[in-house]
């Protein structure tokens, strides 16, 4: 004979538990020993516990369906395109979906919180539970299952503003939803600040969404996919000359602590306004005060018109950090799969695998390789698969993902850093002691590398960059060996000042990305020696603030070109010959170039 519960809102009559009884006898061919529970908070109806499964036809569970069907609500708009409250519009809405509503019996796995501590909690019963499932518990909170194990489930409670993991209780009751955690999605995430769960952390109102998606989703298949070819300008010269990133990448940004990671993250999001792409930021571990920077960064440029922030801080529990670069990314994927670019960085995956570490070990999985847990890899790989160029036949959407790692003392070799870098099509290595000697952006051009490479660039940028990478290869490798030596040939000295000028084109001012048709220009203009060989480096400097204004007022046909036609044929070439001869006598300065 098997034992339940029947929970009711009011209490049942002796008859009305004895036809009960005699329908589930009938419905599971065995006799059954059903003690009675009165539950106010299922409002109406019953609940029925047998055996780890639970019946639910309360009314609670009705609405709680209803309410799951009203994420799905369009916002209301008033005529001048603002969000208003319509109290009957709502109403109306409401009453069409509770006239859908049938009364039904929701069949759930039931168990038995064993324990609970440092957010996670051991639930018996719940035999028919899947990995990353929502787990709901009596008093109100969810967790997500992580461990599957044979008498247990091991489940990480989510945290959220109305403090949802201190309701849960050793001995209290869970159910399994056979869902995975959603979050909202949609145009009115722009421009927001959001923890994980999609809640507003910026003060604003409730955001509407505009349908739900899992954080959990495979990744585009081979045949969903077509070639990365179109480039993602970052308004940075050393990127876009020499590791161009294409839209549908997964480029890593790779450096020690306080070597400009974030910086280059944040100038590719403010170099994106005005250009279609939608760009989240994603912030794992950080202190709140420097997420709080890097918004008020974004809005002082304009930039959080078209990026949404997601924010997981380090006060923030270990399953929020966990769970934000995978809310983050559902969040993107909605941009690509309604055919639109979109770019997401997260900073850093550093600490995401730190989080995880910590869940893991909390959950007494078997530690590996610096504790971390055996399937590491697998925790940023099913992450970073999900960037993708879709197909033609999907819509051409893209999601691009700038992923960050820290490294410890540039050891590139660690083992987080050799995992990312081996899902990662390329990484932008940022070196410490260039970053020292007042480098900026610091990118080490002999470490870093873009797996797509010249097809993220236009025809243009490829022919103004010329021997670039190679002509500073060598200048860095004739550099060293200047040091030890106090006399050199002309051409070995000639090599050096063209290689240190080369150099000082790279290095740019903070929160200043240049649009690419002045990239072109300087490019060509400095690798083809049209200025003085000897050009004075204040005089260079000067070079590079004023030639884009002076391209722009006096040559603008030439940089419009440039930036629609992406090509730079001969026509070209010859204004921007004149341009810079030009700008070298109205700066007193002698031509002298080669003009090769």
């Known amino acids: 004979m098997k034992s339940g519960v029947i929970r009711t809102a009011f209490p049942l009559s002796a008859e009305q538990r004895d036809v009960l009884r005699s329908r589930f006898e009938a419905k599971l061919g065995q006799k059954l020993d059903l003690r009675e529970a009165v539950e106010p908070s299922l409002i109406g109806g019953l609940a029925v516990d047998i055996d780890g499964v639970t019946y639910d036809g309360s009314i609670r569970s009705q609405l709680t369906a209803v309410s799951r069907d009203l994420h799905g609500l369009e916002?209301?708009?008033?005529?001048?395109?603002?969000?208003?409250?319509?109290?009957?519009?709502?109403?109306?809405?409401?009453?069409?979906?509770?006239?859908?509503?049938?009364?039904?019996?929701?069949?759930?796995?039931?168990?038995?919180?064993?324990?609970?501590?440092?957010?996670?909690?051991?639930?018996?019963?719940?035999?028919?539970c899947r990995l990353n499932e929502m787990v709901e518990f009596e008093g109100g909170g969810y967790?997500?299952?992580?461990?599957?194990?044979?008498?247990?489930?091991?489940?990480?409670?989510?945290?959220?503003?109305?403090?949802?993991?201190?309701?849960?209780?050793?001995?209290?009751?869970?159910?399994?939803?056979?869902?995975?955690?959603?979050?909202?999605?949609?145009?009115?995430?722009?421009?927001?600040?959001?923890?994980?769960?999609?809640?507003?952390?910026?003060?604003?109102?409730?955001?509407?969404?505009?349908?739900?998606?899992?954080?959990?989703?495979?990744?585009?298949?081979?045949?969903?996919?077509?070639?990365?070819?179109?480039?993602?300008?970052?308004?940075?010269?050393?990127?876009?000359a020499m590791i161009p990133i294409g839209k549908g990448q997964r480029e890593l940004i790779i450096g020690d602590r306080q070597t400009g990671k974030t910086t280059i993250a944040i100038d590719s999001i403010i170099h994106q306004k005005g250009r279609g792409v939608a760009c989240f930021y994603?912030?794992?571990?950080?202190?709140?005060?420097?997420?709080?920077?890097?918004?008020?960064?974004?809005?002082?440029?304009?930039?959080?018109?078209?990026?949404?922030?997601?924010?997981?801080?380090?006060?923030?529990s270990p399953t929020m950090q966990y769970i934000a670069p995978y809310s983050a990314c559902a969040m993107a994927e909605r941009v690509m799969a309604d055919g639109g670019d979109a770019l997401i960085v997260y900073?850093?995956?550093?600490?995401?695998?730190?989080?995880?570490?910590?869940?893991?070990?909390?959950?007494?999985r078997p530690p590996g390789r610096e504790a971390y847990p055996g399937d590491v890899f697998y925790l940023h790989a099913r992450l970073l698969e999900r960037a993708a160029q879709l197909s033609d036949e999907l819509g051409g959407g893209s999601l691009t993902a700038?992923?960050?790692?820290?490294?410890?003392?540039?050891?590139?070799?660690?083992?987080?850093?050799?995992?990312?870098?081996?899902?990662?099509?390329?990484?932008?290595?940022?070196?410490?002691?260039?970053?020292?000697?007042?480098?900026?952006?610091?990118?080490?051009s002999g470490l870093s590398v873009s797996r797509v490479g010249g097809a993220a660039q236009t025809g243009a940028m490829r022919k103004a960059v010329g021997q670039l990478r190679l002509e500073l290869a060598q200048y860095r490798e004739m550099q060293v060996f200047s040091r030890f030596s106090?006399?050199?040939?002309?051409?070995?000295?000639?090599?050096?000042?063209?290689?240190?000028?080369?150099?000082?084109?790279?290095?740019?001012?903070?929160?200043?990305?240049?649009?690419?048709?002045?990239?072109?220009?300087?490019?060509?203009?400095?690798?083809?020696g049209l200025l003085p060989k000897d050009i004075p480096m204040n005089d260079l400097e000067r070079w590079k603030k004023e030639y884009p204004e002076f391209l722009a007022a006096r040559y603008a046909p030439v940089i419009k070109r440039l930036d629609t036609a992406k090509r730079l044929d001969e026509s070209d070439e010859a204004r921007l010959r004149t341009a810079a001869e030009e700008w070298s006598r109205e700066a007193g300065l002698d031509s002298g170039g080669t003009g090769d």
């Not at 997500?144 to 247990?152: D, F, G, R, T, V």
């Not at 730190?354 to 070990?361: C, E, F, G």
Request: with cysteine; proline share 5%; hydrophobic share 40%.
């Open 282 to 316: 994603v912030a794992i571990g950080q202190k709140a005060s420097s997420v709080a920077q890097i918004v008020e960064l974004l809005r002082a440029r304009g930039a959080m018109e078209h990026t949404c922030v997601v924010c997981a801080t380090a006060s923030d």
């Open 402 to 444: 700038l992923p960050v790692i820290e490294t410890q003392g540039g050891d590139i070799s660690a083992y987080i850093p050799t995992n990312v870098i081996s899902i990662t099509d390329g990484q932008i290595f940022l070196d410490s002691e260039l970053f020292r000697e007042g480098h900026r952006p610091a990118v080490n």
């Open 143 to 240: 967790g997500i299952a992580m461990n599957l194990e044979e008498e247990s489930v091991g489940v990480v409670m989510l945290s959220d503003q109305s403090g949802g993991e201190a309701k849960v209780r050793d001995g209290q009751r869970a159910w399994g939803t056979g869902q995975v955690l959603s979050v909202p999605t949609g145009g009115e995430l722009m421009g927001r600040v959001v923890d994980p769960l999609g809640l507003p952390l910026d003060g604003g109102l409730v955001i509407h969404s505009q349908g739900l998606r899992p954080i959990e989703a495979p990744a585009p298949t081979v045949l969903a996919r077509k070639p990365v070819s179109r480039p993602l300008e970052t308004g940075l010269l050393a990127i876009d």
């Open 75 to 128: 916002p209301i708009h008033s005529l001048d395109g603002r969000r208003r409250d319509d109290f009957a519009s709502v109403g109306d809405a409401l009453r069409e979906r509770l006239d859908k509503v049938e009364p039904s019996t929701i069949v759930r796995g039931a168990g038995k919180v064993l324990r609970t501590g440092d957010g996670v909690a051991s639930v018996s019963g719940l035999s028919g």
């Open 486 to 528: 106090s006399d050199m040939d002309r051409s070995t000295k000639e090599m050096l000042a063209r290689g240190e000028r080369l150099d000082a084109l790279l290095c740019q001012d903070a929160h200043a990305p240049l649009p690419e048709s002045a990239q072109i220009a300087m490019l060509f203009t400095l690798t083809r």
């Open 347 to 364: 900073d850093d995956l550093s600490k995401h695998a730190v989080t995880y570490r910590t869940l893991s070990l909390l959950l007494r």
